[in-house]
């Protein structure tokens, strides 16, 4: 695997060290990275069976809102973030699949987790069909739904069609996360120029934008890094001879640039030998207080 980092890449970098040679006493202790509270939403139609559930997950920091209609929960997501839906089979006014379905169509990135007891096994896995990440049987012990929950949060998986109406969204969300979770600051989000270039390559030049093909996104965050891992089922290409857009003779030509910006971006860039997956990781930033 060839492993790219910033510091040691061809392009030219220049990066300004804010305080550098100023002759100024800085601060270099950070400050403590405030707790991201997680954003759940359970669609229930046992409200009382749940309670013991929603206590524990809001004992564990998470912020729970509850509905018991499958319409409205359609309608909070659509006004608020949310970074998980839990999904009570049956819910009161629309089958599984068809809420899994509609989510999906809806809001692409959205992890759904299904509960369902053994009489509903069918509806479960039509739900795990349309989209649905995961399944937990009902009865359950909410340690169970903690452990599935603490995973999702960390690690999204999704797949998309091979359409450019689908990265915007999914470069949104991706940045949010990393600004959610204290990788990049708000003044950082140019971040998601990499994220939107490398997606449009693999759907562009793996699967010539045939919205049948899927490109995979995996992104997994933790307390030193981000990264994100996007791959497609194209033949790939040679990364190692890439022409520098920075050279005189490419300076005016309207492409070439998208990978020139996932390097200048990121902190390190990893493609795979076949050259058709490519993972973007950023790490978090030291402190550094602002000065006079």
Do not use: W
């Amino acid at each position: 695997m060839l492993i790219l980092r910033r510091k040691n890449h061809d392009f030219p970098a220049t990066i300004p060290e804010r305080g550098k040679d100023a002759g100024l006493k800085v601060e270099t202790s950070r400050p403590p990275v405030e707790a991201y509270v997680p954003r759940l939403l359970l669609v229930d139609g046992h409200a009382k069976r749940n309670d013991e559930l929603t206590q524990a997950l809001r004992e564990n920091g998470m912020e729970v809102q509850i509905t018991n209609s499958a319409q409205h929960a359609l309608s909070i997501l659509q006004q608020k973030f949310c970074d998980a839906l839990l999904l009570e089979i049956p819910a009161s006014d629309m089958p599984a699949s068809q809420m899994v379905a509609v989510t999906r169509n809806r809001f692409p990135f959205l992890p759904i987790v299904v509960l369902a007891d053994k009489s509903r096994m069918n509806d479960a896995i039509g739900a795990l069909n349309a989209g649905a990440l995961h399944l937990i049987p009902v009865p359950y012990q909410p340690r169970q739904v903690l452990s599935a929950l603490r995973k999702i949060l960390v690690f999204h998986h999704f797949e998309l069609p091979s359409s450019l109406d689908y990265v915007t969204g999914a470069a949104n969300q991706l940045t949010e996360m990393f600004v959610r979770f204290g990788i990049i600051s708000l003044e950082e989000i140019n971040i998601k120029i990499a994220i939107v270039e490398a997606l449009t390559n693999a759907m562009e030049h793996g699967h010539r934008f045939d919205a049948t093909q899927r490109v995979k996104v995996e992104a997994k965050i933790d307390d030193r890094l981000a990264e994100i891992k996007i791959t497609d089922n194209g033949k790939g290409f040679n990364h190692r001879q890439l022409p520098d857009p920075t050279a005189p003779e490419n300076l005016y030509k309207p492409r070439g640039r998208g990978i020139y910006m996932m390097y200048r971006l990121m902190d390190e860039v990893h493609f795979n030998r076949k050259g058709n997956s490519v993972r973007l990781v950023k790490y978090r930033r030291p402190f550094e207080p602002h000065m006079a």
